[in-house]
């Protein structure tokens, strides 16, 4: 009716679609965005088209970073104060220019792994990307997640996500230098291009290696999946 059909490799079948297609949708973020951007829209331009093609927009961060925010207060130190103040700001673009995709993404992979990592154990690898709607709904209706199960303690979801950002920013740290203002999301989110095969030659193999900082993350419409914290 509307003239308009939207996928962004989310769900398209519901519970009672009789047939398998997969186990693991991926969530409807990018979807819903582009929903957003061409739903009102009269015409498909080139000018519209390509907008949306490339938006960087981190619609998931409206759902998780509130949340994470509402649980960190200012921070307990001056980075992560700059950090709070820095994430409170941001417009959510996924900008290879900036610091805020950085620290927001290594923060929120932190955090899932210290809510996560220990009631799953060796599963937990298979679920290394954040799920931000999961983790959202962990830290505020199955607060129990957040307890660590493997100190004699227990844990709350502040301090979780207290300790999820001091992780995420020693990360960077110790990857990029101090100061998140020399930090870009840039430095750690690229796009790579093989040569095959010259770029699987040990060693000389980076001769043959293009790569090139890039936009987006994993839930932007402009998608480049990216695991930050954890290599």
Not at 64 to 93: C, N, Y
Not at 106 to 120: F, G, K
Not at 185 to 214: D, M
């Amino acid at each position: 009716e509307r003239g308009l059909i939207v996928n962004g490799n989310n769900r398209l079948v519901s519970d009672s679609y009789p047939h398998f297609m997969t186990r693991d949708w991926p969530e409807s973020y990018r979807a819903d965005r582009i929903e957003a951007l061409l739903g009102n829209q009269r015409a498909a331009t080139l000018a519209v088209m390509q907008a949306a093609q490339l938006d960087t927009f981190a619609s998931e961060a409206e759902t998780i970073l509130p949340v994470l925010l509402a649980r960190m207060g200012k921070g307990e130190t001056p980075a992560e104060s700059a950090a709070v103040a820095m994430l409170t700001a941001w417009d959510k673009k996924m900008d290879r220019r900036k610091a805020e995709p950085l620290i927001y993404s290594a923060w929120l992979a932190a955090t899932w792994r210290r809510v996560v990592a220990d009631e799953l154990g060796d599963l937990s690898e298979s679920l290394s990307s954040p799920r931000p709607a999961v983790l959202a709904r962990l830290l505020t209706e199955r607060t129990e997640w957040c307890d660590d199960t493997k100190t004699p303690t227990t844990e709350g979801c502040i301090s979780q996500v207290q300790r999820g950002l001091s992780d995420a920013l020693q990360s960077i740290e110790a990857r990029l230098g101090n100061g998140p203002e020399s930090w870009r999301w840039g430095e750690v989110h690229r796009a790579r291009f093989l040569n095959q095969p010259l770029s699987r030659i040990p060693v000389l193999g980076r001769l043959f290696t293009i790569e090139v900082e890039t936009d987006g993350g994993n839930y932007s419409v402009n998608r480049d999946t990216a695991r930050i914290g954890g290599e």
